[in-house]
């Protein structure tokens, strides 16, 4: 029995949402199963895959319902997120970066002889791509291969090219491992904040992408997968016709970050902020802020501020105050919070701020309905 923490006797009560015992990561699951019907509508208007990226929720209740909406199976960043998705039966499991260690290549080959519903891993790198050869030969059993491409990131990926379509023909001279495609994600444009110069940038990549596609076919090797992209280009990608399958990720919780980059040039956001932080107010001392129960351990602190959606007073600003605590600002004049009262807010940066939770907080409404662990928390 997995002990839910101290709100599971909270699930089922009207009005629960607002008696959380705080820090609290709350999920609006009418809003996510929003956003994840929306994505996957988008992509069959758009005639691609999904193949949504994990390391954003690192839940399996979260991927199934994904998986349940269309998508191929789900990305992960780690070999941790991999073992916890694969041995939750979630299908079609994608590791999107290089595993290079000889631990972590045992455990790959370990995680693909227990794995019957699709595994695969990218490769950047000619001595790591022959250990996992020899690896796979030890144990017997083929392995998916994706060859990754920087795409001007440069984070990982073949710097070249040419790299990629030597270490691709390399995949499908050995017998043991099934080139699969290319992977190529450009992270680095995911935030830009002017569309126009997001779209230029990806589809200027993506010429490139389809260029290394287009050699290989030429050289009679079939590349039956092109994976990448992100919520940020999740409408720019598809028109170069390159992708076969997008790697689209915090589209089911949205974020500070995202929220801002998607709105330039749209009247409405195409996907609802889903996920907040609650907290409560401890202290109302300070004449001009109140103290309240999240600090640096609850909110993922290298992008924007969090931003305060519900209670506290329009024009309210919440920044950090130190390890447990944080400082919601009042303006002028303002009605102060009183000790106890909740404020939500939204997150940062989704992924890492998931990853300071043990849980969800799942409500429809104003009611907790359930809470579910964060499978993948912690699992590097």
């Not at 444009?189 to 110069?197: C, I, L, P, S, T």
């Not at 004449?287 to 640096?296: I, K, N, R």
């Not at 919601?328 to 939204?346: F, M, N, Q, S, T």
């Not at 907080?361 to 009611?367: F, L, P, Q, S």
Request: with cysteine; aromatic share 4%; charged share 20%.
């Amino acid at each position: 029995m997995i002990d839910l923490g101290p709100n599971a006797a909270l699930i089922g009560i009207p009005g629960s949402r607002a008696r959380l015992d705080t820090p609290a990561l709350v999920l609006d699951l009418d809003l996510m199963e929003h956003n994840i019907a929306t994505m996957a509508g988008h992509a069959r208007a758009v005639g691609v895959s999904l193949r949504p990226h994990a390391k954003t929720h690192k839940s399996i209740r979260i991927a199934e319902l994904q998986v349940a909406a269309g998508a191929l199976g789900i990305c992960c960043a780690t070999m941790g997120e991999a073992e916890i998705m694969v041995r939750g039966g979630v299908p079609g499991v994608h590791i999107t970066s290089p595993q290079v260690t000889p631990s972590k290549i045992a455990r790959l080959l370990a995680l693909n002889g227990e794995n019957h519903r699709g595994l695969s891993v990218v490769v950047d790198n000619p001595r790591n791509l022959a250990e996992i050869e020899s690896a796979a030969r030890a144990a017997g059993k083929p392995l998916d291969v994706l060859v990754d491409f920087f795409a001007n990131h440069g984070r990982t990926g073949t710097a070249t090219e040419a790299d990629a379509v030597a270490l691709a023909e390399a995949v499908a001279r050995s017998g043991i491992l099934r080139f699969r495609g290319i992977q190529a994600y450009m992270g680095n444009v995911q935030h830009v904040a002017v569309r126009a110069e997001r779209r230029a940038r990806t589809l200027e990549m993506l010429k490139r992408v389809g260029a290394i596609v287009e050699r290989l076919e030429t050289i009679g090797i079939k590349v039956p997968v092109v994976t990448g992209a992100g919520t940020g280009t999740f409408d720019l990608d598809p028109e170069a016709r390159v992708f076969t399958e997008l790697q689209v990720g915090s589209y089911v919780f949205m974020d500070v970050d995202y929220n801002g980059a998607l709105k330039e040039g749209r009247n409405e956001l195409p996907f609802e902020t889903s996920l907040f932080v609650q907290t409560a107010v401890v202290s109302t001392n300070a004449p001009d802020w109140v103290t309240c129960d999240a600090g640096l351990k609850s909110f993922a602190t290298e992008g924007p501020k969090p931003e305060i959606i519900r209670g506290a007073p329009p024009g309210s600003t919440y920044t950090w105050f130190g390890d447990e605590h944080g400082k919601l600002i009042l303006p002028p004049d303002a009605p102060r919070p009183e000790i106890g009262a909740k404020i939500e807010c939204v997150t940062p940066h989704d992924d890492p701020t998931v990853n300071l939770h043990d849980f969800y907080h799942v409500v429809r409404g104003d009611t907790l309905v359930d809470i579910w662990p964060v499978d993948a928390r912690g699992k590097r």
